[in-house]
């Protein structure tokens, strides 16, 4: 006799092969990603986003995190070929293809990571989409590092103190500023900062605060100097295979876009504001000596008037983007400046 209890085992049962085979059909969304496991973007933003898309798809699509892929500059070229589905990067790590996310980088902005974010992205989608700079990748979000510091091994009171000094930068507006503070520049990935400070390769970076903490640059760095309208951010694209997304659903592609776009962007830019205030908790707890120069001081008016006129010279460098980049920079600072976090 087939008993109640035969039945509701049965359900189970049936219920397990169901779960199974929904399960087992899900797409698998490879995202590489060159940070550490504890920084922000992979312990906070990627798996939030992988969450929104699993529950966007109905299970129909898993992210996967695949760490250990090499130089972050690789990443535009691997999702592109098809050897990951999705990824991020820096701009300023493939220099002359990507200028036009770089206006967010100009120096005195003066806003946090999570109102840049934002303002990147409605200014990217407005005004630089057209310009096609990211053919052959599909772009998911943008958003910004915190305010740009300068992390060293000596302390910095004028703008002399830092000429011919080995520092490490990103690319991008950090090579200009290099340039005008004639310092040595030595170009690295972040992920190598720790070593080359620790052995002594580089006498200081230009970088975030968030990193004090997800690099553990608080513990090979004695100094850092703050800027008090922002010494400058950077710019990063998260972008996803054409090809990957062609082999979904419809219904399946717009669920992964209903949750990226200025969403997904706002939430990178949050966490890494996140982070910076973690790093600055580090920094203190390690005893790194914080110097948040005041408006008046001598080093504050001296990079006032180093950075004249960088906002025009990247005007003039994106002329070849056929797009209106003063009126685009002029609303970034706008929205960037008047923007509110919605409760």
Do not use: C
Request: no cysteine; net charge negative.
């Amino acid at each position: 006799m087939f008993s109640i209890k035969n039945m509701a085992a049965a359900g189970v049962a049936i219920a397990a092969l169901v779960t199974s085979a929904v399960s087992h059909s899900a797409t698998e969304l490879r995202v590489g990603t060159w940070l550490p496991p504890t920084d922000n973007q992979n312990a906070i933003v990627w798996p939030t986003w992988a969450k929104w898309v699993e529950e966007a798809t109905e299970g129909r699509v898993k992210v996967k995190l695949e760490y250990g892929l090499g130089h972050p500059k690789t990443m535009f070229q691997l999702v592109e070929d098809g050897v990951i589905d999705a990824s991020f990067s820096y701009h300023g790590y493939v220099p002359g293809r990507f200028k036009l996310p770089q206006i967010v980088e100009q120096p005195g902005l003066g806003v946090g990571a999570e109102a840049a974010s934002v303002a990147l992205w409605r200014v990217y989608d407005k005004y630089f989409r057209v310009a096609n700079e990211f053919e052959g990748l599909e772009v998911l979000g943008m958003f910004t590092h915190g305010q740009g510091t300068i992390q060293s091994n000596f302390r910095i009171t004028s703008l002399a103190d830092l000429e011919g000094k080995k520092i490490r930068v990103g690319g991008g507006i950090q090579t200009e500023l290099s340039e005008k503070m004639k310092v040595t520049p030595v170009a690295a990935p972040a992920t190598k900062a720790y070593e080359m400070l620790q052995q002594g390769v580089i006498d200081g970076i230009f970088m975030p605060m968030a990193q004090q903490k997800s690099l553990r640059l608080s513990e090979v760095t004695k100094y850092i100097t703050i800027f008090p309208e922002g010494m400058y951010m950077g710019s990063f694209s998260m972008f996803i295979n054409p090809d990957f997304l062609d082999s979904l659903s419809e219904r399946d592609r717009q669920a992964i876009m209903s949750v990226s776009g200025e969403k997904l962007s706002r939430m990178a830019g949050a966490a890494w504001e996140e982070g910076d205030g973690e790093g600055f908790i580090a920094a203190k707890a390690d005893k790194v000596e914080i110097n948040e120069v005041g408006a008046a001081q001598l080093l504050s008016r001296q990079f006032n008037t180093l950075i004249t006129g960088m906002d025009k010279l990247w005007i003039d460098s994106v002329a070849d983007r056929k797009v209106d980049a003063e009126a685009a920079l002029a609303e970034l600072r706008n929205i960037a400046r008047n923007y509110h976090r919605a409760k």
